[in-house]
């Protein structure tokens, strides 16, 4: 029997690395293809698959590449792919790496899949809504700081960053909802003694850097393989706008800056509604003021932090096993799909 892992990108790798810890060595191998559906351009997708072997190939991770020669019994993807292996052989699963939507994440497209774990009872009920069967399994790159392994002292040690500045980190999202142009120049408006670091999307990374130039030199950069929980648990204080980062942040407890944009059409979509997490910046001039503040009283939006803790996570820290329990599970779902289909075809009753 057997399990593919696909992934695009190295960042990738982190939302299947906890659930690989529970299944057995050869159980389960990484495929790395480019994006299959919904991708950037041809270009791109082909420097990313580069970027991710040459990744993989150093961390003496293996990994397999290419088109299929055969149909595994599952395949589990993390963006939302067309069809690719048969309904009646195989089981294609789709893990979530993102809590918030952009009319993606949780939409109708998810019927493509037999299955789709989810981080919560509210992830849960936004698939159910477009008749998905949906597992809650939790958010398994949040593992190892729902079990208390990965905190700041531990990620800033390992980065060689200053236990004793504060640091804020700037995550934004991409394309029309980036703020990096409007805000770009107010954060050398921030006091010196404060560290700033920025980690892009994963499609600015790809597609979008020539954007974050007008970033001042006081920006430490995080590399797009070390892009992840790593560097937001390091920081003291997140600064993002329509990102998925604002509710990894409510898990780990961490006080949040959004910067909004005042022209952008109301929407449904989580990012846009669930906005109720910190102090809201539309203005540069107000950056400086809502990041003191926030940096000097971190509890004030605690109780918001916390209700999101609990609403779009189950916190447990058991999202990698059951994961993998869940993959087991269609593996063998699959295994007796084929085994009747073949005892089916040569006359035998099974």
């Known amino acids: 029997m057997s399990i593919l892992l696909n992934i695009h990108e190295p960042w990738h790798y982190s939302n299947w690395e906890p659930v690989l810890r529970h299944l057995e060595p050869g159980e389960a191998q990484v495929w790395v293809t480019p994006w299959l559906h919904r991708g950037p351009d041809l270009v791109s997708q082909q420097r990313a698959q580069a970027r991710t072997v040459g990744w993989l190939e150093r961390q003496s991770i293996p990994y397999l590449t290419g088109d299929l020669s055969y149909f595994p019994h599952v395949l589990a993807t993390l963006a939302i792919e067309e069809r690719l292996v048969p309904i009646d052989q195989s089981r294609q699963v789709r893990m979530l790496y993102a809590v918030i939507s952009k009319r993606y994440t949780y939409s109708e497209l998810n019927r493509i899949c037999d299955r789709v774990m989810v981080a919560s009872d509210f992830g849960r009920k936004l698939m159910e809504r477009h008749r998905v069967r949906a597992d809650v399994v939790g958010y398994p790159k949040l593992d190892d700081v729902f079990n208390g392994v990965l905190t700041r002292e531990t990620v800033r040690q390992r ?136 940096l000097t009283r971190p509890e004030r939006w605690a109780t918001q932090r916390a209700y999101y803790r609990e609403t779009f996570f189950d916190h447990r820290g058991t999202a990698g096993p059951r994961a993998a329990e869940v993959l087991r599970e269609l593996e063998l779902e699959a295994h007796e799909a084929r085994r009747e289909a073949v005892a089916q075809s040569i006359g035998l009753t099974v």
């Open 159 to 294: 980065f060689g960053l200053d236990p004793n500045r504060k640091l804020v980190l700037y995550a934004p999202t991409f394309d029309k909802l980036c703020s990096v142009e409007r805000f770009a120049a107010a954060f050398d408006g921030l006091d010196p003694s404060i560290d700033l670091l920025v980690q892009l999307h994963p499609v600015s990374y790809v597609k979008e850097l020539d954007r974050f130039a007008e970033l001042g030199p006081r920006f430490g950069w995080v590399p797009e393989e070390h892009a992840g929980i790593a560097a937001l648990i390091a920081a003291d204080l997140v600064v993002t706008d329509y990102s998925g980062v604002t509710f990894e942040a409510c898990a780990a407890d961490i006080p949040i800056v959004l910067l909004d944009d005042p022209e952008l059409e109301p929407s449904d979509d989580v990012e846009m509604v669930h906005r109720d997490v910190g102090p809201r910046v539309s203005d540069p001039a107000g950056l400086k003021d809502a990041v003191e503040e926030e």
